[in-house]
T-cell receptor, first 112, second 115 residues
């Protein structure tokens, strides 16, 4: 069975500092990996995805993520955090069969 | 393009009552999902449709939950009778059919409170 783990419930960073939100996964076969962001009382919004190719993928709002096959990780990163980045972030994995599994989310708080 | 539309945004009912949620996916998206999101958790898939056929309903509590997608476009999710544990946000999402490498597009959800 596939699974996604987000080991940190909460990540706090100061504005302007780099941020990392961690994600590890377990799946049979090649994974399709996604990051989504959720603001209060809103649905999830797609940020970026890894399908194949370059291990560093770039997405919306200056976010990027690094795929590491040996560590089965897909950490979300941003070089300089903004207060407006404060939100709930979800990592998700899709299989070839189209089944999606989401992590339990990490709350990012960026302080001025 | 218009996003995924859901209604109502909020619903409060008493336990043992019934409730229905509606979803209109993005035009051209053949795959539609219903998720349950309990506070502090990630979305849990309830049912996945491809056009008007069910692809996965393994986690749908079929004794009380039902869903349909007539004509392969709009979908409704129903709970009857509701239990206290059903208090959650119900999210609808859609994606291009048959492509696991495509992201899902989510509506803003229906927040259900059971008294």
């Amino acid at each position: 069975a596939q699974s996604v783990a987000q080991p940190e419930d909460q990540v706090n960073v100061a504005e302007g500092n780099p941020l990392t939100v961690k994600c590890t996964y377990s799946v049979s076969g090649n994974p399709y990996l996604f990051w989504y962001v959720q603001y209060p009382n809103r649905g999830l919004q797609f940020l970026l995805k890894y399908i194949t190719g370059d291990n560093l993928v770039k997405g919306s709002y200056g976010f990027e993520a690094e795929f590491n096959k040996s560590q089965t990780s897909f950490h979300l990163k941003k070089p300089s955090a903004l207060v407006s980045d404060s939100a709930l972030y979800f990592c998700a994995v899709n299989t070839n069969a189209g089944k999606s599994t989401f992590g339990d989310g990490t709350t990012l708080t960026v302080k001025p | 393009e218009a996003g995924v539309a859901q209604s109502p945004r909020y619903k409060i009912i008493e336990k043992r009552q019934s409730v229905a949620f509606w979803c209109n996916p993005i035009s051209g998206h053949a795959t539609l999902y219903w998720y349950q999101q309990i506070l502090g958790q990630g979305p849990k898939l309830l049912i996945q449709f491809q056009n008007n056929g069910v692809v996965d309903d393994s986690q749908l509590p079929k004794d009380r939950f039902s869903a349909e997608r007539l004509k392969g476009v709009d979908s409704t999710l129903k709970i009857q009778p509701a239990k206290l544990e059903d208090s959650a946000v119900y999210l609808c999402a859609s994606s291009l059919a048959g492509y696991s490498n495509q992201p899902q597009h989510f509506g803003d959800g229906t927040r259900l409170s059971i008294l």
